[in-house]
């Protein structure tokens, strides 16, 4: 006996070697039969086929076996013979006197399977018949070939039908509620050239000890129990256990930043005004941000209600005049209607603005949430997309304090970054932080940021410095992940999610 053959029989479980032994003295036998012979339940019988088939020692066989059977067994004949039957003698009937032949229910069906067959034809109300159905008139076509067969015999084998009944079978499965077609699976089992081997070698059929009891070592009955020993080398399995999406771990990753540094969450609705997304912001009512190309309107509700109190006549006041901060401001007459508008908030920026109205400073807040802008879907461009929004207010806080914290920020994330100047609306001094990508060798845009603008803390009556800044955490999640199609992030790719390798920092949820 070869070792690796030796080993095979020591790892056979007990039904593997009830089957194989039952299959060495007839390999004809069924799953049923087996079963009946070993005292196993058929389940067991398969589980144990399986097993043995994934080590190449049996051949599973699986055939379908597709029978057909009668619904309605009521049925002597079809509706259109009855009718044959009749025209056989007048030629021709009145649709009128269809009723005396067969029940009314079944006139339409009648009439057309007569035409469809090309025994009859209908003329002003009148059935006539047909060259071709005086030729079936003593013979049968062959769907009633096959239902006579169906009267007989409850249950025929589909495979055991010769080319004429199977076109039967075609014409009966276009009735309602005659015949079902009925599947089923029948086993068989081979024996192989491994199998013959251990057959010819030979074993022993042993109850398997499957677990131990105080009992069995209290008084020494372990030492007479056989154990099937395990390859502890043998190949397991891939196991893919549950995880959070790559996208919303990184939303938390950055929470958790946040949080350590000391920052309150804030939420705000998806559907907002245009006030706080961006009249509260200090952007002008022609800009072109605003257009229905960048920006969703929504039409119910088609307005919102804007904020109660002198927060309204403020915000007027500085697009108009500058207010008190000395700004040139925009030079028009700010419209109260156009704040109204009801849209799909474009950033989360007016999330910020709406918390430094309802509270004091000093204060330290960020949020995160989807955005939504008229892009066309790209590679790299989504109309939906999440973006994180971070502000502090304190009377100490400058442009120095705003870089320190992005520094810290993006050095959590696990990124080299720098800046440079930019230009926002609603920021002044603006910078852009780029961050280092080794494997490229390059820099890369991730985010903006700035000192929020005099005209935009007055209405909200903030007298002290503001530094917001905020990123697209997609683009970040493409970085992390090192994907050049920001589609993927939302696709069902099971595979990809499950082989997505867990780096930089990034933890199972």
Same mark, same amino acid.
């Given at each position: 006996?070869?070792?690796?053959?030796?080993?095979?029989?020591?790892?056979?479980?007990?039904?593997?070697?009830?089957?194989?032994?039952?299959?060495?003295?007839?390999?004809? #036998?069924?799953?049923?039969?087996?079963? &009946?012979?070993?005292?196993?339940?058929?389940?067991?019988?398969?589980?144990?086929?399986?097993?043995?088939?994934?080590?190449?020692?049996?051949?599973?066989?699986?055939?379908?076996?597709?029978?057909?059977?009668?619904?309605?067994?009521?049925?002597?004949?079809?509706?259109?013979?009855?009718?044959?039957?009749?025209?056989?003698?007048?030629?021709?009937?009145?649709?009128?006197?269809?009723?005396?032949?067969?029940?009314?229910? &079944?006139?339409?069906?009648?009439?057309? +399977?007569?035409?469809?067959?090309?025994?009859?034809?209908?003329?002003? !109300?009148?059935?006539?018949?047909?060259?071709?159905?005086?030729?079936?008139?003593?013979?049968?076509?062959? /769907?009633?070939?096959?239902?006579?067969?169906?009267?007989?015999?409850?249950?025929?084998?589909?495979?055991?039908?010769?080319?004429?009944?199977?076109?039967?079978?075609?014409?009966?499965?276009?009735?309602?509620?005659?015949?079902?077609?009925?599947?089923?699976?029948?086993?068989?089992?081979? $024996?192989?050239?491994?199998?013959?081997?251990?057959?010819?070698? !030979?074993?022993?059929?042993?109850?398997?000890?499957?677990?131990?009891?105080?009992? /069995?070592?209290?008084?020494?009955?372990?030492?007479?129990?056989?154990?099937?020993?395990?390859?502890?080398?043998?190949?397991?399995?891939?196991?893919?256990?549950?995880?959070?999406?790559?996208?919303?771990?990184?939303?938390?990753?950055?929470?958790?930043?946040?949080?350590? *540094?000391?920052?309150?969450?804030? &939420?705000?609705?998806?559907?907002?005004?245009?006030?706080?997304?961006?009249?509260?912001?200090?952007?002008?009512?022609?800009?072109?941000?605003?257009?229905?190309?960048?920006?969703?309107?929504?039409?119910?509700?088609?307005?919102?209600?804007?904020?109660? !109190?002198?927060?309204?006549?403020?915000?007027?006041?500085?697009?108009?005049?500058?207010?008190?901060?000395?700004?040139?401001?925009?030079?028009?007459?700010?419209?109260?209607?156009?704040?109204? %508008?009801?849209?799909?908030?474009?950033?989360?920026?007016?999330?910020?603005?709406?918390?430094?109205?309802?509270?004091?400073?000093?204060?330290?807040?960020?949020?995160?949430?989807?955005?939504?802008?008229?892009?066309?879907?790209?590679?790299?461009?989504?109309?939906?997309?999440? %973006?994180?929004?971070?502000?502090?207010?304190?009377?100490?806080?400058?442009?120095?304090? =705003?870089?320190?914290?992005?520094?810290?920020?993006?050095?959590?994330?696990?990124?080299?970054?720098?800046?440079?100047?930019?230009?926002?609306?609603?920021?002044?001094?603006?910078?852009?932080?780029?961050?280092?990508?080794?494997? #490229?060798?390059? +820099? $890369?845009?991730?985010?903006?940021?700035?000192?929020?603008?005099?005209?935009?803390?007055?209405? *909200?009556?903030?007298?002290?410095?503001?530094?917001?800044?905020?990123?697209?955490?997609?683009? =970040?999640?493409?970085?992390?992940?090192?994907?050049?199609?920001?589609?993927?992030?939302?696709?069902?790719?099971?595979?990809?999610?499950?082989?997505?390798?867990?780096?930089?920092?990034?933890?199972?949820?």
């Amino acid at each position: 006996m070869s070792e690796d053959i030796g080993k095979t029989i020591n790892e056979l479980t007990l039904y593997e070697k009830k089957l194989l032994k039952s299959l060495g003295e007839n390999q004809d #036998k069924s799953p049923e039969e087996i079963s &009946k012979e070993t005292n196993m339940n058929i389940k067991s019988v398969m589980s144990a086929a399986g097993s043995l088939a994934s080590k190449s020692i049996i051949k599973v066989n699986t055939l379908i076996n597709d029978t057909v059977q009668l619904i309605d067994t009521d049925i002597t004949d079809l509706p259109e013979r009855k009718i044959l039957n009749a025209l056989k003698d007048e030629n021709k009937i009145p649709m009128k006197d269809l009723s005396k032949i067969i029940d009314t229910k &079944k006139i339409k069906i009648a009439i057309g +399977w007569l035409i469809r067959k090309n025994w009859a034809k209908l003329e002003k !109300g009148v059935i006539h018949l047909s060259d071709n159905g005086l030729n079936f008139v003593n013979k049968k076509c062959e /769907d009633e070939k096959l239902l006579n067969i169906l009267l007989k015999n409850k249950e025929i084998a589909i495979s055991s039908l010769g080319n004429d009944l199977l076109s039967g079978l075609e014409l009966l499965k276009n009735r309602k509620n005659l015949i079902k077609i009925k599947s089923s699976k029948v086993h068989s089992f081979e $024996i192989l050239s491994k199998g013959f081997e251990i057959l010819n070698h !030979g074993f022993s059929i042993e109850e398997e000890a499957t677990q131990l009891t105080h009992q /069995d070592l209290k008084d020494g009955r372990w030492k007479e129990l056989f154990y099937r020993p395990y390859d502890i080398n043998a190949e397991f399995p891939k196991y893919f256990p549950g995880k959070g999406h790559p996208l919303r771990r990184i939303i938390e990753e950055i929470r958790e930043i946040f949080l350590n *540094l000391g920052f309150n969450e804030s &939420k705000g609705p998806i559907v907002d005004s245009a006030f706080w997304n961006f009249d509260s912001l200090f952007q002008p009512q022609d800009h072109a941000a605003r257009e229905m190309q960048d920006t969703f309107y929504v039409k119910n509700p088609p307005i919102t209600d804007l904020p109660e !109190g002198s927060l309204v006549e403020k915000i007027a006041d500085v697009h108009e005049n500058g207010g008190g901060t000395g700004s040139d401001a925009w030079n028009y007459k700010w419209d109260v209607d156009i704040p109204k %508008q009801s849209l799909l908030r474009t950033h989360s920026t007016g999330i910020s603005t709406r918390y430094l109205y309802n509270h004091q400073a000093p204060l330290k807040m960020f949020s995160v949430g989807r955005v939504f802008r008229r892009e066309t879907i790209t590679y790299k461009h989504l109309p939906e997309f999440h %973006q994180v929004d971070g502000i502090i207010a304190d009377e100490k806080v400058n442009y120095q304090s =705003l870089l320190g914290i992005l520094k810290e920020f993006y050095k959590k994330l696990g990124f080299e970054v720098r800046f440079r100047p930019a230009y926002f609306p609603y920021t002044y001094l603006s910078t852009e932080c780029e961050i280092y990508l080794e494997e #490229k060798g390059s +820099w $890369i845009e991730l985010g903006g940021s700035g000192m929020f603008r005099p005209e935009v803390l007055e209405p *909200l009556s903030i007298d002290v410095p503001v530094m917001a800044f905020g990123l697209g955490i997609e683009r =970040l999640a493409m970085i992390r992940y090192d994907i050049t199609d920001i589609r993927m992030l939302y696709k069902s790719d099971i595979n990809w999610l499950r082989n997505l390798p867990i780096k930089n920092g990034l933890k199972l949820e």
